[in-house]
Structure formats: C-alpha cells, structure tokens
T-cell receptor, first 116, second 112 residues
Framework: DTEVTQTPKHLVMGMTNKKSLKCEQHMGHRAMYWYKQKAKKPPELMFVYSYEKLSINESVPSRFSPECPNSSLLNLHLHALQPEDSALYLCASSPGLAGPLRHEQYFGPGTRLTVT | SQQGEEDPQALSIQEGENATMNCSYKTSINNLQWYRQNSGRGLVHLILIRSNEREKHSGRLRVTLDTSKKSSSLLITASRAADTASYFC????????????FGTGTQLKVEL
C-alpha cells in the first residue's frame, strides 16, 4: 500500500467552528508532514512529525494544532480560522531517514478548505 | 524567500515536442526532487537526484543537477497531453531537518 489518504476531500467551515483534518498512511513511514497550498503557489511546509514527535513548526499560528496519535495517523485541528486560511491542505509521509539518505515524500490528495 | 526559482513560469508546447524546465536554488543540498501536480490535486514524486549525481533518467524524464551553479533541469521527451500539469522542484537542504522547500513551479500545457 503506497497511498496516503486524507479526509475530508472538501471542508467548508465558519470562523467560529472547530474541525479536524485527518491523514493516514500504512507504508511504515516515520516522518509525516502538513503543507498549505494557495492557488497557483507552491506548497508551504507547516509541520513535520518525526517518529511521532513534532520536529518542525514553521511558525504556524496557534489556530492550527497538529497531532500525531500514532505512526500511521496525523491530524490537523482547526479552530477560529480566518478566510485567508482557505487553501488546499496536503499531508505527506516519507521513510524518515536522516541526512543524504533521505527519500522522496508521498503526498495525499489534499483537503480543500474554505473558511466563510 | 523561495529556495527554488523555476523558469519558465508557464510553458505551452505541442504533443510530441520536448519540454525543459529549470530550477535554481540558493543553499547546499542533500538532494533535489521533482514533483508533478495535476490541477488542484496532490503532488506525485517524479525523480530524486542526490547531490553527488549529475544526471538521472526515468522513462521519458531526464534530470540534470549542477551543484556548482546550484541549478537543475527537468526534460520531458515526446510530451503527451497527459503531461499537462504543474511541475515543482524541491530541495532537501543540508542541515535543513526533515523538510523540503519547493520552487515556484512551471505550468506545462501540452496541446494536441
């Protein structure tokens, strides 16, 4: 199984709502990532989990809260978002090797988030 | 600022022609990767070239890497309409942790 799955595919939420995005992989990868992508722009890294521990937070506002319950699952909890947070949210995973032996990342199809 | 700048920003060619995209970056790297993204969907990994490699092939794809110039190119030969997508280079920086930094991307359109 070389697939990263993300749910939901689409999400519309108001600025006072609390919602969560989910990501799952069963490739035994030990690194998982959240990216945000605006239209016609490259993906921007938000968070990196390595061996279920948060290793990188790219100065993301606290209204985004990541969680890695186990090595296969990654969640992104959303609260009090702004309309400018509307974007495609991509999850990815990789084997998590270090240094020059690092491998490619496998991306999920993304969740299209609209904040009204 | 972007680690990777790509050119051209957009490229339109006829089916059967070759497409070349270029990527420049600023810091030393462990490897450089190319990804394809169809409209509004997830990214698909195409090819990874390590810092000690100069050229790599995969099917109709050819990637070169010049670390002295901090640049890479992706060549797609005999293009097909199905190659229409956005293409991104991504750098895995030396000492950069477990992260990729994506370039600005090239939008390729292959017309019948």
């Amino acid at each position: 199984d070389t697939e990263v799955t993300q749910t939901p595919k689409h999400l519309v939420m108001g600025m006072t709502n609390k919602k969560s995005l989910k990501c799952e992989q069963h490739m035994g990868h030990r690194a998982m990532y959240w990216y945000k992508q605006k239209a016609k722009k490259p993906p921007e890294l938000m968070f990196v989990y390595s061996y279920e521990k948060l290793s990188i937070n790219e100065s993301v506002p606290s209204r985004f809260s990541p969680e890695c319950p186990n090595s296969s699952l990654l969640n992104l909890h959303l609260h009090a978002l702004q309309p400018e947070d509307s974007a495609l949210y991509l999850c990815a995973s990789s084997p998590g090797l270090a240094g020059p032996l690092r491998h490619e990342q496998y991306f999920g199809p993304g969740t299209r988030l609209t904040v009204t | 600022s972007q680690q990777g700048e790509e050119d051209p920003q957009a490229l339109s060619i006829q089916e059967g022609e070759n497409a070349t995209m270029n990527c420049s970056y600023k810091t030393s790297i462990n490897n450089l990767q190319w990804y394809r993204q169809n409209s509004g969907r997830g990214l698909v990994h195409l090819i990874l070239i390590r810092s000690n490699e100069r050229e790599k092939h995969s099917g109709r794809l050819r990637v070169t890497l010049d670390t002295s110039k901090k640049s890479s190119s992706l060549l797609i030969t005999a293009s097909r309409a199905a190659d229409t997508a956005s293409y991104f280079c991504a750098t895995d920086r030396t000492g950069g942790g477990n992260k990729l930094t994506f370039g600005t991307g090239t939008q390729l359109k292959v017309e019948l």
